[in-house]
């Protein structure tokens, strides 16, 4: 009998053996469908990096990609025979997310300078220029540039015209003994315009198109000052430097909808212009379709997605000016927001714990309201307090004091919690011991 149990022990041993490797077959199997699956919905999908709050250029509309961009995405998708997936991402970590991988291009008003230009590859599609926008109650005119010496300007964060306005203050404002032009930086033309409603600065540089549709929407509250616009500047397509493939089936795309008029039609309808000779020239894309086609043919480059970490990309990091600015800003904000959060909240405890019925109900009330109040609430809310309290904007019109005040709002309510929970945890006899 232990031999026949032995036995059976030992089949039932090799079913499950065997079960057990036809399960991991079959797993195998599905996992390698899957992701045959996921790679050719890969290579049908073009995913779109874009700052969907720049409108007309890109913009929600009932939750739909609007405007330019997404209008011409969709064309050239179409020539591809391709699906497009746009990637709502700000402006300020647009090209971040674009080295990152995760998107294949950035279509989104990005202006060509420089400095871009060391991080990306351009494909030039569009040119604009800029304007002068001011208060509709203000008699300050400016014409041009020089026009503004001594006076704050706002505009949206890294936009090549920045480098303009430095430059005039430089060479012209100083060496006539005036004042130089002083430029504060905001995430968002809305931001910027929302500065120059509150008091915060003089005058808004802002992209044409995008200035008449503010004024469209505000009414008399703004208005466009300078006849002319001022130094155009070129649009371009943004790709990672690696993606020759990409930038070339891109730019054959480009190509195509140029020649069959249907690019023409767009811009026509957004009463825009494709990027002038002289322009292309001075940016050194004049021929910048041509070589992404011909580059793609001659290197016989395949873009390779690369799997798992990005550890070139972790490296590039580290000479990133930006990226570093950005950390110093991270830990400037959240050293200060703690500070003063453990103050105030310390004396929040205090309230919350005390015999008096004023301070203690005051304390309980701040305590459950702020705790109550999400974030992201807290934080527009602060920065739009210029609406409605013009004074305000003395202070709030600067996005990092807005925030601190915000943080610190929110964050003091949780910590007098740890306050109170721990002076609640000393025994009644330690405080009468204390006494004299």
Not at 241 to 249: F, H, I, N, Q, Y
Not at 267 to 296: C, M, R
Not at 329 to 345: F, K, M, P
Not at 380 to 394: D, H, K, M, T
Request: proline letters at 4%.
């Amino acid at each position: 009998r232990d031999v026949l149990g032995s036995r059976g022990l030992g089949d039932v041993y090799k079913r499950n053996n065997m079960f057990n490797i036809i399960r991991k077959v079959l797993l195998g199997v599905l996992c390698f469908i899957y992701s045959a699956i996921s790679f050719a919905e890969g290579n049908s999908t073009l995913q779109v990096g874009i700052d969907l709050t720049y409108a007309p250029y890109a913009y929600l509309e009932r939750g739909k990609a609007s405007g330019f961009d997404p209008d011409l995405m969709e064309l050239i998708g179409k020539k591809l025979d391709k699906k497009v997936e746009f990637k709502d991402t700000r402006i300020e970590n647009i090209i971040i997310g674009l080295n990152a991988g995760h998107y294949n291009l950035v279509a989104s008003a990005l202006y060509v300078n420089a400095q871009r230009a060391k991080q990306v590859d351009f494909l030039p599609y569009l040119q604009t220029g800029g304007v002068l926008v001011v208060r509709g109650n203000d008699r300050f005119l400016p014409q041009r540039l020089e026009d503004l010496c001594g006076k704050t300007i706002s505009s949206m964060k890294g936009a090549a015209w920045i480098q303009t306005m430095n430059r005039v203050s430089q060479e012209y404002c100083l060496p006539n003994n005036l004042k130089p032009l002083v430029v504060k930086e905001y995430p968002s033309a809305p931001e910027a315009a929302q500065a120059l409603l509150s008091g915060g600065v003089d005058v808004q540089y802002e992209d044409a198109a995008v200035a008449q549709m503010v004024i469209n929407q505000l009414g008399s509250k703004l208005k466009i000052t300078n006849k002319e616009q001022l130094y155009p500047v070129l649009i371009g397509l943004a790709f990672n430097k690696e993606d020759v493939k990409g930038k070339a089936e891109i730019a054959q795309a480009l190509k195509d909808i140029l020649a069959d008029g249907s690019y023409k039609q767009l811009l026509k309808k957004y009463n825009l212009e494709f990027p002038q000779n002289e322009l292309l020239k001075a940016n050194g894309l004049e021929n910048a379709i041509e070589q992404a086609i011909v580059s793609n043919s001659d290197e016989e480059s395949e873009a390779v997605s690369e799997q798992g970490f990005n550890w070139k990309y972790l490296g590039s990091l580290f000479f990133n000016t930006d990226f570093w600015k950005a950390v110093l800003t991270v830990l400037e904000l959240s050293t200060l927001t703690w500070i003063l959060a453990i103050l105030w909240g310390f004396l929040l405890a205090l309230g919350s714990q005390s015999t008096n019925k004023v301070f203690n109900q005051c304390s309980k009330t701040y305590i459950w309201l702020f705790r109550s109040l999400p974030l992201l609430v807290l934080l527009i809310f602060i920065y739009n307090v210029p609406q409605f309290w013009p004074a305000s904007s003395v202070i709030l019109s600067n996005p990092f004091i807005a925030g601190l005040i915000a943080m610190v709002l929110s964050e003091s309510a949780y910590i007098a919690e740890i306050h109170r929970s721990a002076l609640s945890a000393i025994p009644k006899g330690q405080y009468e011991a204390e006494k004299p």
